[in-house]
């Protein structure tokens, strides 16, 4: 089993700055790409930025120049740096792990989810 803990969500005003933090624990072989998704009230959940092993970043275009996705190999945990965070921004922000585990191959797996709130 494979637990991924998401940190540092929060509220910020318009134009401020937040970082995410996700750490995957348990047992698996190695993790494949990590990333974040995110879900505003009365939307599908949607892709804000993936990163492989090897940090090779992807990026939803309406977060591109703004938020910056980075990964820490050893630690298993992959981060989320926003900037200039908008009121289009708010949503429960997801980690991904696509893990890949000697019993079950590849698998994805999620975080619980961090609360992510623009507001003046």
């Known amino acids: 089993q494979v637990q991924l803990v998401e940190s540092g969500g929060g509220l910020v005003q318009p134009g401020g700055s937040l970082r995410l933090s996700c750490v995957a624990s348990?047992?698996?072989?190695?993790?494949?790409?990590m990333g974040w998704y995110r879900q505003a009230p009365g939307k599908q959940r949607e892709l804000v930025a993936t990163?492989?092993?090897?940090?090779?970043?992807n990026y939803a275009d309406s977060v591109k120049g703004r938020f910056t996705c980075s990964r820490d190999n050893a630690k298993n945990t992959v981060y989320q740096q926003m900037n200039n965070l908008s009121p289009e921004d708010p949503a429960v922000y997801f980690c991904?792990?696509?893990?890949?585990?000697?019993?079950?191959?590849?698998?994805?797996?999620w975080g619980q989810g961090t609360q992510v709130t623009v507001s003046s």
């Open positions: 990163i492989t092993y090897g940090t090779r970043t």
């Open positions: 348990g047992k698996f072989v190695s993790i494949n790409a």
């Open positions: 991904n792990a696509r893990v890949i585990d000697a019993v079950t191959g590849t698998r994805d797996y």
